[in-house]
């Protein structure tokens, strides 16, 4: 076992979140603890607690973290001339690429996330998006749930990550050639 960091201020909060997410994605919300997080990074729960007041506030940054960065993916999609495949294709490409992140901002079923408005507010912005292709907003929820549901079992399932950007792109074509515009 690794020395506990004997400062405080040596840890950051990026290096707590960053392992908060790993443990919250592998164990799920309520199995870990601030000790296993601080057990994890070989500190004591202290140093934990000098940057989070609690487990629910460490959770909302990981959140906010997490939804910060898909949108800013998002953004970049659509700065530039963009295809509702583009657009498509980058949400997949966010789960693939970030899977913790993608975990907990998706799949957790913990009331903080409940309570969240990154979640709504994120939606909304893909949803403004796709709509600008003519796609009325009833559709928009099939295709994200769609999305979410071929991200989700691909992560469940490595055997198929190694097929990504074709199945990807197949799952994609395929959503977007059912679409009524």
Known sequence: MSPRKSVEKELSKEQILNAARNLFSAKGFQEVSMRDIAKELGCSHGAIYYHFKNKIELFNQLLQAGFNLLDSIMENIVSDEHSLKDILLGFVDFGFKYPHHYEIMFITKEDAFLLHS????????????????????????????????????????????????????????FLIKNIQI
């Open 118 to 173: 990154a979640p709504l507010d994120s939606y909304k912005r893909f949803e403004d998006e796709v709509m600008k292709f003519n796609v009325i907003s009833s559709e928009v929820y099939f295709i994200f749930v769609s999305l979410h549901g071929f991200v989700s079992y691909h992560l469940r399932s490595e055997q198929f990550l190694d097929r990504g950007t074709t199945i990807s792109e197949q799952f994609v074509d």
